[in-house]
């Protein structure tokens, strides 16, 4: 199973409102991470998980706060957004290695209002 | 992080064969060259990656010139799934994080 699992797919939120977008995988990886991806733009590298633990914060706001429960999961919880977080998020994960092939999950896409 | 430069955008027909170039004129000895491709309303997904030496998978090929300043990503007969936004990047192998910057990449049209 090389499958990374997002939900949900979409998700609509007001600013006042928290929510939570869920990631998981079952290929064993140790390292995870979280993109934004805004329209027609690259991915951004947001946080990257080792070993369920912090290991790259990219000056993302506080108002994004990543969790990893335990080594298949990745949760990002979100509150007190601005329009301008409407984006696509995306999950990957990767083993340690040579390759540190990442796998992407399809995304949630965000929209705040 | 060093950087990658590629065309914004290519076409080619389908079934014929698509050279889709990169340079990295900044590229240090220990940077991996690494290809991902991002197909429309999907995550990007791995497609290749080298060091010094050609690379061939079972999607495309990775011609990588003698001095490591550029690269050329081959698909060998392009299909019409094949079009996608196409990101070169490079990871430094001392990176324990597998961290990945990607640039704006190039997006491949291939017409029937």
């Known amino acids: 199973d090389t499958e990374v699992t997002q939900t949900p797919k979409h998700l609509v939120m007001g600013m006042t409102n928290k929510k939570s977008l869920k990631c998981e995988q079952h290929?064993?990886?140790?390292?995870m991470y979280w993109y934004k991806q805004k329209a027609k733009k690259p991915p951004e590298l947001m946080f990257v998980y080792s070993y369920e633990k912090l290991s790259i914060n990219e000056s993302v706001p506080s108002r994004f706060s990543p969790e990893c429960p335990n080594s298949s999961l990745l949760n990002l919880h979100l509150h007190a957004l601005q329009p301008e977080d409407s984006a696509l998020y995306l999950c990957a994960s990767s083993s340690y290695g040579q390759t540190y092939e990442q796998y992407f999950g399809p995304g949630t896409r965000l929209t705040v209002t | 992080d060093a950087k990658t430069t590629q065309p914004n955008s290519m076409e080619s027909n389908e079934e014929e064969p698509v050279h889709l170039p990169c340079n990295h004129s900044t590229i240090s000895g220990t940077d991996y060259i690494h290809w991902y491709r991002q197909l429309p309303s999907q995550g990007p997904e791995y497609v290749i990656h080298?060091?010094?030496s050609n690379v061939n998978n079972r999607m495309a090929s990775l011609a990588i010139a003698e001095d490591r300043k550029s690269s050329t990503l081959i698909l060998h007969r392009a299909t019409l799934r094949d079009a996608a936004v196409y990101y070169c990047?490079?990871?430094?192998?001392?990176?324990?994080?597998?961290?990945?910057?990607f640039g704006q990449g190039t997006t491949l049209q291939v017409k029937p």
């Open positions: 080298g060091l010094t």
């Open positions: 290929m064993g990886h140790r390292a």
């Open positions: 990047i490079l990871r430094r192998s001392s990176s324990n994080t597998g961290k990945l910057i």
